[in-house]
């Protein structure tokens, strides 16, 4: 009998070390398993989708630009002289705060190209965020099973706002300063605990010795903290629920088309991140933002030039700017209401988006499961509704730099400021109702696509000399995508009497409901759909060009 060993018998040699570790993993964590059930999961390829992506690595960038900043920065209260390097203000007394910011813009390797990428990327997430949730907004992807998901992306915008807004008041410089005196006036007029809350956060008299740590704790540990658990969370749902896809042949409301996570998506993410690293680089390379040393350090009795907030905080300065400096007196106390009603009136603005999804499914009924995006056209209402949102949004940003524009346009500054109060509640009823006008004409469009075909500019004459247009039908895919959309039916109370002739007790809230719900999908908010038989009858001839 032969003594020779097959080479498929040969013991095998030492693995090599990656693959020792991996197996070492594996036997703890179950990699390979995990590996294999999720590297494969289909994302679908669709350009809208790269908002979210920009949000998150907008974020990361800011984590990774905030942690070289805080090796750098003091965020301290206490009076010193500066000696630094920036010959304008040497000899000036300012905080230890002002005093290492201007170390890191001078003195620090780099420190200056950090800080610009830091804020860059900081509002770059916020405007992400906000182009993002739109999408979502617009094209339905908030209904079930994704409406905590819209939460947890409302509240990373939301948090996103405030964590900017405590970031550009850390350096303590006037401008700064004047954002922090500002808030602080709001905080103020909240009525009883106003006062109590002002001393709570500047420990004492503004400015106090407190402001600037307390914001550095919150700005570098609390909201990162709670926005990463938030954005975790976010991208758990993401995955458990699998994306949305927009309506298209073989797409349904049970199947994801697209591209495997690994190795395709996992490439391309990674691609654009250094993409949107680069971008973002790029700008604050070349476009300078907060330069903190033309402003100088912040004094009580002075007020920065032209000062105003980041985009995404300038609607709550309009919101104060256009209200009128009413008083009231109440048990001995003034109320400052032209101060606390636009501090309340700015959650609800937010507020409004963030309980929206819940509004809708309560309104319209609908508790189904939804996997495939609506197009915008098909549902005027919400895009009527997000659109007057959005205006509302942008004339509160000119209210807020009503100043600028008066400057330089060279306007009447009492005039913007009457131009935008009546525009608060003109303008986004009128924004609602030519969105929705816009979106039953695009149906119209449609309807009219799917019956004759889409126009080909060809030009025919007739044997008794009409001259027609050519049409060209559609190919099927087409047809699907102008076609396929759902038209519900508003809900329904039923008589007002049951069949034995007894009035049946309907509440108030119920008759809302029902009212609401024909404002969504009753008469005059949906152009039908064509038909199979009207379709029929046209593509057989029958004045069919």
């Not at 992306?153 to 008041?169: A, H, K, N, R």
């Not at 300038?314 to 048990?331: A, K």
């Not at 109320?335 to 809708?360: K, R």
């Amino acid at each position: 009998m032969s003594t020779n060993t097959s080479a498929s018998a040969k013991p095998r040699g030492k693995a090599p070390a990656g693959e020792r570790v991996a197996d070492w993993a594996d036997g703890r964590l179950g990699i390979y398993s995990l590996a294999k059930a999720n590297l494969r999961k289909i994302f679908p390829d669709h350009w809208s989708f790269m908002l979210g992506e920009i949000s998150l690595y907008s974020f990361i960038i800011v984590i990774l630009t905030g942690v070289y900043l805080t090796l750098f920065f003091h965020p301290a209260m206490n009076e010193v002289v500066y000696d630094g390097s920036y010959a304008p203000l040497q000899g000036i007394t300012m905080s230890e705060a002002y005093a290492s910011t201007l170390h890191i813009s001078f003195d620090v390797r780099g420190g200056l190209l950090v800080r610009q990428i830091h804020h860059w990327a900081a509002i770059v997430f916020v405007a992400a965020m906000l182009v993002h949730m739109m999408r979502i907004f617009f094209t339905g992807a908030f209904r079930k099973p994704r409406e905590i998901n819209w939460v947890f992306g409302f509240l990373l915008l939301f948090l996103g706002m405030f964590d900017g807004f405590m970031g550009y008041s850390l350096p303590d410089d006037l401008l700064s300063g004047t954002g922090i005196r500002f808030m602080e006036g709001a905080v103020l007029s909240v009525p009883i605990v106003g006062t109590y809350l002002s001393f709570f956060l500047f420990g004492g008299e503004f400015p106090g010795t407190d402001i600037v740590p307390r914001f550095y704790t919150i700005h570098v540990l609390l909201i990162p903290g709670i926005m990463a658990g938030l954005l975790v969370a976010h991208l758990i749902l993401v995955f458990y629920h699998k994306h949305t896809q927009f309506p298209g042949p073989g797409k349904s409301e049970k199947n994801v088309v697209g591209m495997p996570l690994f190795p395709v998506y996992t490439a391309k993410a990674g691609g654009f991140f250094f993409i949107v690293f680069g971008v973002i680089a790029a700008i604050s390379a070349l476009v300078s933002v907060n330069p903190v040393w033309a402003y100088g350090p912040y004094r009580p009795d002075q007020v920065s030039t032209d000062a105003q907030p980041d985009w995404y905080m300038g609607f709550s300065e309009g919101l104060i700017r256009i209200m009128p400096g009413w008083e009231i007196d109440f048990l001995g106390h003034t109320l400052v209401l032209g101060v606390f009603i636009p501090l309340m009136v700015f959650p609800l603005v937010l507020g409004f988006m963030g309980v929206y999804p819940f509004l809708e499914s309560w309104v319209t009924g609908d508790k189904r499961e939804h996997h495939l995006l609506d197009r915008p056209r098909n549902r005027p209402v919400r895009t009527g509704i997000g659109a007057a949102w959005i205006s509302l949004y942008l004339i509160l940003l000119v209210g807020g730099g009503n100043d600028l524009f008066a400057t330089r346009f060279h306007l009447s500054i009492n005039a913007i400021t009457w131009v935008v109060r009546i525009s608060f509640f003109v303008l986004p009823v009128l924004v609602f109702f030519i969105t929705k006008r816009i979106c039953l004409g695009l149906q119209r469009r449609d309807r009219d696509k799917v019956l004759h075909g889409r126009e080909t500019g060809i030009i025919k004459r007739l044997p008794h000399g009409e001259f027609i247009e050519i049409h060209e039908p559609l190919e099927q895919g087409a047809l699907f995508k102008l076609t396929q959309h759902e038209q519900p039916k508003p809900l329904d109370i039923g008589p007002e009497v049951d069949e034995n002739g007894v009035e049946k007790k309907v509440g108030p809230t119920a008759k809302l409901r029902a009212k609401l719900s024909r404002g969504y999908y009753g008469e005059g908010t949906q152009i039908p759909k064509a038909t199979v038989e009207e379709y029929e009858e046209i593509t057989s001839g029958h004045g069919h060009h």
